[in-house]
C-alpha cells in the first residue's frame, strides 16, 4: 500500500483483488450507517488493545502515544460530527482505522497487530450492550419505584381481581401494581445475569485461531472492566448468545410492559373508568371529537411484538453457522440496536406515564396515574366477588369445601335473581341456604372483610401489602 491512507476498503485487505466492488454490492455488503453507533467501544477497545501490545514490547511506547493522539482527535471530530463516514470503507472499524493511519501515519497501521476485525466486533458489541444493560437495569428500577409509589397511595383502594376476566375476587390496588413490580424486578435480575456474559473479552482470539504474539488478553479484560476472557478463540469470535439472551430478556420485558398496557387500556375505557393517565401520553381523533384514545400504551403493546420479532431474527441468524465467523453475523447489529432503542423509550416513557414528572417548582412529582377509586370498588362489588369468601365461612362452620361451594352457588343464583349483591340478601334468607349462617356473615360478606382475611404471605390483604411495599423500597434503596 502505497498511501498512507485507506481510502477503499480493497485498499485494506491486498492487492489480490482484480476488480472493484460494484456499487450495489457495496451497498449491500456494508455496515458502517449502522454499526457507527458502535464508534465509542471501538476506539475505548482499541485504546486498551494498544496499551497492552505496548506493555508486551509488541509496539512500541511512542506507537501507543501516536495511536491515543490520533484516537484523541478521531473522537472529537465523531462528537462534533466533523468526521467523515465512508461507505467505501465499510463498517466503523476500517473507517476508524483508516482515519487514524492518515492522521499518525505507520502507528496507526501498527494498530491492528493481533488482533482482526472479527474479535474487535465482537468485542465492540459486548461493550457497548454493557453500558446499555446499566441504562435498561437504572430504568428497570425507576419504573418499580414509580409503580411503588403509586402502590403506596392505594392500599386501601380495592380493585375486582379477575381471573378470565370475570369478577373473581376483590384486591388491593397496590397488590395489583404490586405485581407487575415482582414482573420487572425479575427482569432486572435478568439483566444483570445477561450481562455477566456479555461482559467477557473475545479480542485475543484474532481472525479465529489465536494469534502469534505474546499478547497478554487479562490485561486488556482488565483495562476495559470486563470480568472474563472468552477462552476459545473459535467460539470467542463467533459467539453471540450473549445478544440472544439479551433480547430474550427484552423481550420478556416488553411482554410484562405489554401486558400493563393492555391493563391500561381497558381500565381506561368508559366501561371500565378505572384509571386515567395524562393528556400528553394519548391522542383525540380526528373524526370523533370526544376520544382520548391510549396511544402510549397501545403502541407499547405493539412494539412488544417488534421487539420479539428481533428475537426470532438473531436466533434464527445463528442456526446454521459453522464455526468461526461468518459474515452473517454482521446482521446482528440492527436488531440488537432497535431492541435496546426500543426497551429504553419505552421504559422511559412508562416511568413518567405511571409517576409523572417533577413539579419545576415543588419538585413533587405529579401527572402520573389517576386513580377512580369509587369506580374499582363499585366494580368490585359486581359480580359476587366475596362468594368464595362466604364459601370460606360455612368451611368454617364444619362443612367440607366442596359442600359449601355448592350451597354458595344456590346463594348466588337467588342473589342473582333479586338483582343484588350477596351481602344484600337478608339473613333469613341466606340462613335458608345453611343453618349454620349467623349476623357475622356480614363481615365476610364485605369486600373490606374478604381482602383483610387474605392475610398470608403474599397475600392481598393490606398488612401484607404494606409489608411487601417495605421490603420493595428497602430493595430498591
Ligand atoms: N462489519 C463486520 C461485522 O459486523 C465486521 C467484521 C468483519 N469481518 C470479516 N471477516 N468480514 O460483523
Redesign the pocket.
Known amino acids: 500500500m502505497s498511501s498512507n491512507q485507506l481510502d477503499k476498503k480493497s485498499e485494506a485487505w491486498s492487492a489480490l483483488f482484480s476488480e472493484p466492488m460494484s456499487e450495489l454490492v457495496k451497498r449491500y455488503t456494508a ?1 458502517v450507517f449502522f ?1 457507527k453507533r458502535l464508534w465509542l467501544a471501538d476506539i475505548t477497545g482499541s485504546l486498551a488493545h494498544a496499551e497492552m501490545l505496548a506493555a508486551q514490547g509488541v509496539i512500541t511506547a511512542a506507537d501507543r502515544a501516536e495511536i491515543e493522539r490520533g484516537m484523541a482527535q478521531i473522537r472529537s471530530e465523531i462528537e462534533a460530527g466533523t468526521f467523515e463516514w465512508k461507505l467505501d470503507l ?4 476500517l473507517n476508524i482505522e483508516a482515519r487514524l493511519t492518515q492522521l499518525v501515519g505507520d502507528a496507526g497501521k501498527r494498530l491492528h497487530t493481533g488482533r ?3 474479535d ?2 465482537a468485542t465492540d ?1 459486548r461493550l457497548w450492550l454493557r453500558d446499555e444493560i446499566d441504562l435498561i437495569s437504572d430504568l428497570l428500577k425507576e419504573l418499580q419505584v414509580a409503580l411503588v409509589d403509586v402502590a403506596e397511595q392505594n392500599v386501601d383502594v380495592i380493585l375486582p381481581g379477575f381471573t378470565h376476566l370475570q369478577v373473581a375476587q376483590p384486591v388491593s390496588f397496590a397488590h395489583h401494581l404490586l405485581a407487575y413490580v415482582e414482573m420487572f424486578s425479575r427482569d432486572a435480575e435478568r439483566m444483570g445475569d445477561v450481562r455477566r456474559r456479555t461482559n467477557r473479552l473475545p479480542l485475543g482470539s484474532a ?1 479465529l485461531a489465536g494469534t502469534t504474539y505474546p499478547l497478554d488478553r487479562e490485561r486488556v479484560a482488565r483495562t476495559l472492566g470486563m470480568e472474563g476472557v472468552c477462552q476459545n478463540s473459535l467460539d470467542g469470535v463467533s459467539d453471540r448468545d450473549f445478544a440472544i439472551e439479551f433480547t430474550a430478556a427484552a423481550s420478556l420485558c416488553m411482554v410484562h410492559i405489554s401486558r400493563f398496557s393492555e391493563e391500561l387500556i381497558l381500565w381506561m375505557s368508559q366501561n371500565f373508568g378505572f384509571v386515567k393517565i395524562a393528556d400528553r401520553f394519548t391522542t383525540g381523533s380526528s373524526i370523533m371529537p370526544q376520544k382520548k384514545n391510549p396511544d402510549v400504551p397501545e403502541l407499547a403493546r405493539g412494539k412488544t411484538g417488534r421487539v420479539v420479532g428481533h428475537l426470532m431474527g438473531l436466533i434464527t441468524l445463528m442456526k446454521g453457522q459453522p464455526l468461526a ?1 461468518n ?1 452473517d ?2 446482521e ?2 440492527e436488531p440488537l440496536f432497535d431492541t435496546v432503542d426500543t426497551l429504553k423509550d419505552t421504559l422511559r416513557i412508562f416511568c413518567e406515564m405511571v409517576g409523572g414528572q417533577p413539579n419545576p417548582v415543588t419538585g413533587q412529582k405529579e401527572g402520573g396515574i389517576t386513580v377512580n377509586a369509587i369506580a374499582m370498588e363499585a366494580a368490585a362489588n359486581k359480580g359476587y366477588a366475596t362468594a368464595t369468601d362466604l364459601a370460606d365461612y360455612l368451611v368454617k362452620k364444619g362443612l367440607p369445601f366442596r359442600d359449601a361451594h355448592e350451597t354458595v352457588a344456590h346463594a348466588v343464583k337467588a342473589a342473582t335473581s333479586h338483582n343484588c349483591d350477596l351481602s344484600e340478601l337478608p339473613l333469613s334468607v341466606l340462613q335458608g341456604f345453611h343453618p349454620s349462617i349467623e349476623k357475622d356473615v356480614f363481615d365476610v360478606l364485605s369486600l373490606r372483610g374478604s381482602l383483610n382475611a387474605r392475610n398470608t404471605l403474599g397475600g392481598t390483604a393490606p398488612a401484607q401489602v404494606r409489608t411487601q411495599i417495605a421490603r420493595h423500597r428497602q430493595r430498591l434503596a
Open positions: 455496515s454499526d465499510e463498517d466503523v472499524h482482526s476485525r472479527n474487535q466486533v458489541v481472525a465467523y459474515k453475523n454482521q446482528d447489529k
